[in-house]
């Protein structure tokens, strides 16, 4: 596919996992396509194995350097067209163990720092007409789940901000879209099944299957189904798509 010939994409938290197979359907697809991090060697070695992608180690929940991100990128490659703020992470603990640290650390890498990556994106395509936000949220930002009550109040942050950044920037040419994974074969899913095992004292194929059991489908969503229905919200066949949140779930919801 060469759909995005010409296009420009930045993909925060790129080095691994979903931001990466991301990167590599936007880059098969034809864009150019900018991966960014706090880590450099993810970063660098996805760049290395795929042509079209380059790198550049930033913190999403950092102002300053979201912002110099995006003079970098736009020096480099011009403007980016293509935005999928993907960075996030996620801890468990019950409630009443919640510390406000944990809930601060859950709400700045999930939601504030989509909101700092599609402020610092958005002026760009507005002047340009045509742009693609892309916010990878979760199924948990859809329905609640126990033990990780900040990280849903965030992922519904992020689906409640994709909404009315939809509703702004409507008839600007840009559309603004959310996916919402069930749980997918990734480096954060091999750390839930670990923290799993360390606190149940099950195995790692019983964690495995309990969490897998979410799914109707019965097993994990890959990386690269994600990455397939973020690559459609970025062709000129989804214009008519936005303020939605899509879940690549398997049937969950």
């Not at 020096?75 to 409630?95: L, W």
């Not at 919640?98 to 599609?118: A, H, K, P, Q």
């Not at 195995?203 to 969490?211: C, V």
Request: aromatic residues 4%; neutral net charge.
């Amino acid at each position: 596919m060469t759909g995005l010939a010409g296009k420009h994409a930045v993909v925060t938290g790129g080095g691994t996992g979903v931001g990466a197979a991301i990167a590599r359907s936007l880059a098969a697809a034809g864009a150019t396509v900018t991966v960014t991090g706090r880590r450099d060697q993810p970063l660098r070695d996805l760049a290395a194995a795929v042509p079209g992608i380059d790198w550049v180690c930033a913190d999403s929940t950092d102002e300053a350097a979201v912002n110099a991100l995006f003079a970098t990128v736009d020096q480099r490659h011009g403007k980016a067209d293509i935005v999928v703020a993907n960075a996030g992470a996620a801890e468990s603990r019950p409630f009443g163990k919640t510390s406000l640290d944990l809930w601060t650390r859950m709400l700045t890498v999930n939601l504030t720092g989509s909101f700092l990556t599609c402020r610092a994106a958005l002026p760009a395509m507005q002047a340009a007409g045509w742009g693609r936000l892309v916010m990878v949220a979760s199924t948990a930002g859809l329905k609640g789940y126990p033990y990780v009550s900040a990280y849903v109040a965030a992922k519904h942050g992020v689906i409640g901000l994709t909404r009315a950044l939809a509703q702004e920037t409507v008839r600007s040419g840009v559309t603004v879209n959310a996916v919402c994974p069930g749980f997918t074969e990734t480096p954060l899913l091999a750390e839930a099944v670990q923290t799993i095992v360390a606190k149940t004292g099950r195995t790692e194929a019983e964690a495995r299957a309990e969490l897998a059991a979410s799914n109707p489908m019965g097993r994990f969503v890959q990386p690269d189904e994600v990455a397939a229905t973020v690559l459609w919200l970025c062709s000129d066949g989804a214009a008519a798509v936005t303020g939605q949140a899509i879940s690549v779930s398997g049937g969950e919801i």
